[in-house]
């Protein structure tokens, strides 16, 4: 373990070492450009800045520096008499770093005035590049954010799709043919299961009624004649034929609503019924857990 550390710690220093090192060679590199320029050899120091400036072979990295080579290229351009190239050199620095001060001990007034020049007049046209800059990062954002919010209405469908299932109830024939309206709730047909289990009901609780006082009616007219008086036995009579065909009509109307409901019941009966619900939740010993290895089930013994 000591081995490994001290071996990471030394490549660290040497990777260290070896920034340090080509800073410090780009500087090195810019600065005889710069003294070739000084010295008037225009020649040589074009050469070398374009060799630091070059995008593929170039050893520049450093913004700033870059920067400043450019600063010298366009000044050794001017001092050469190619202002059209000067001018074209310093409205791509500015371009670049728009914020950008010359050193004004290094740079001879003819390059500051054109850089000052090449400023104004491009001014307008790096105000137009920072507008189009805002507008990049706003649509950027505004794609961010709609990737978001996708994001997390496919998690919103995806958590409800794992919490609910589908459930398929089968229906049955046997069933269909039982009265009171049984057929009809179970082909979900509420209303109608709840007409005819009232109807029912009523008639039956009817028919029911009037058997009761049927009877109750004969067993007074027995005693009547028991008694030798037989006009009330006559009276009991009449009221106990009444109530029968009361309980012929409501035991023939229980019959008749009962058998349309079960002709109705089987004639739109429905086979199954699907509904979604809510899935049960895991046992305590699959509960999901969170690790370093990411989600798994653990189990509790």
């Known amino acids: 373990m000591r081995r490994a550390l001290c071996a990471g710690l030394g490549l660290l220093l040497a990777l260290l070492g070896a920034l340090s090192q080509a800073r410090a060679d780009e500087l090195s590199d810019l600065e005889k450009s710069y003294a070739a320029y000084a010295a008037r050899k225009y020649v040589d120091a074009e050469e070398r800045l374009r060799a630091l400036l070059n995008p593929t072979t170039g050893t520049l990295k450093d913004p700033d520096r870059v920067a400043d080579a450019r600063m010298y290229l366009g000044a050794v351009l001017l001092a050469e008499g190619r202002r059209a190239d000067a001018l074209a050199v310093f409205q791509r620095l500015l371009l670049d770093k728009e914020d950008y001060q010359p050193d004004p001990l290094r740079i001879p007034l003819e390059a500051l005035d054109a850089l000052i020049d090449v400023r104004s007049q491009i001014r307008e046209k790096v105000r137009a590049l920072q507008v189009e800059k805002a507008r990049q990062q706003q649509d950027e954002q505004a794609k961010l954010e709609a990737e978001k919010q996708r994001a997390a209405a496919r998690i919103a469908v995806l958590e409800k799709l794992a919490g609910e299932e589908i459930v398929i109830e089968r229906n049955s024939r046997w069933i269909a043919v039982l009265p009171l309206g049984i057929g009809q709730f179970q082909n979900r047909q509420d209303a109608l299961g709840w007409t005819f289990l009232v109807a029912e009901s009523l008639l039956g609780a009817g028919s029911v009624v009037s058997a009761g006082l049927t ?22 009579d009449k009221r106990a034929q009444s109530d029968w065909l009361a309980d012929a009509a409501f035991f023939g109307g229980f019959v008749g609503v009962a058998i349309a409901g079960v002709a109705h019941a089987e004639a739109t009966f429905v086979s199954e019924h699907a509904f979604v619900q809510k899935r049960p939740l895991p046992p305590l010993s699959l509960s999901p857990v969170v690790g370093p290895g990411g989600i798994g089930l653990v189990g509790r013994f």
């Open 215 to 236: 009877l109750y009616n004969e067993t007074n007219a027995q005693g009547a004649l028991a008694r030798n008086d037989s006009a009330q036995a006559g009276g009991y």
